[in-house]
């Protein structure tokens, strides 16, 4: 089945310093989509991109919809312990009667204080 | 609200038992979708429903079956579990269709078939 590349797959870091994931895809997506999940939890929506080339900022948290609508990256800045998770991107395509969200692979971000 | 709301929490099946995984919303929400997460993967779509009556397969339909009798509630079956169903199973919805639309996404159900 189709799914998106993401990568990193996991990133070990100190706290305090700037992360960035990003996501590439064959096929163009109309909405981008930036999930986190915590350990036993469903995945949490952080931010929903709408046009190519928008640039969406979520507290410390910063996505951009790519101009090709064929890739997406999240970057988080000042990392805090709680920023621990995995996160995942989601394309979004539609065309009938739903919409159908086509995952990336996750990235795992570990965060020492 | 309680959002989506899904039940157990954790199973373990033996080969070819059956049981119905529970997701209920209370978001008055048309549209919602069972996925299931593998370790190390994203989620696939095993089927979803754009309302009462009305379910469709999704990426990942083979061993599952859905029923969408009311609005809020959509429940997964399994008939003849196996090993590869082991999974994490999350049920989501969303209000309609459409590029603003969100899908609000359960606390999932831990399967493991021994």
């Known amino acids: ?113 | 609200n309680a959002g989506v709301t899904q039940t157990p929490k954790f199973r373990i099946l033996k080969i070819g038992q059956s049981m119905t995984l529970q997701c209920a919303q209370d978001m008055n929400h048309n549209y919602m979708y069972w996925y299931r997460q593998d370790p190390g993967m994203g989620l696939k779509l095993i089927y979803y429903s754009v309302g009462a009556g009305i379910t469709d397969k999704g990426e990942v339909p083979n061993g599952y079956n859905v029923s969408r009798s009311t609005t809020e509630d959509f429940p997964l079956r399994l008939e003849l579990a196996a090993p590869s169903q082991t999974s994490v199973y999350f049920c989501a919805s969303s209000y309609s269709v459409g590029s603003t639309d969100t899908q609000y996404f359960g606390p999932g159900t831990r399967l493991t078939v021994l």
């Open chain 1, 1 to 113: 089945g189709q799914q998106l590349n993401q990568s990193p797959q996991s990133m070990f870091i100190q706290e305090g310093e700037d992360v960035s994931m990003n996501c590439t895809s064959s096929s163009i997506f109309n909405t981008w989509l930036w999930y986190k999940q915590d350990p036993g939890e469903g995945p949490v929506l952080l931010i929903a991109l709408y046009k190519a080339g928008e640039l969406t900022s979520n507290g410390r948290l910063t996505a951009q919809f790519g101009i090709t609508r064929k890739d997406s990256f999240l970057n988080i800045s000042a990392s805090i312990p709680s920023d621990v998770g995995i996160y995942f991107c989601a394309g979004l395509s539609y065309g009938g009667a739903t919409n159908k969200l086509i995952f990336g692979t996750g990235t795992l971000l570990a965060v020492q204080p």
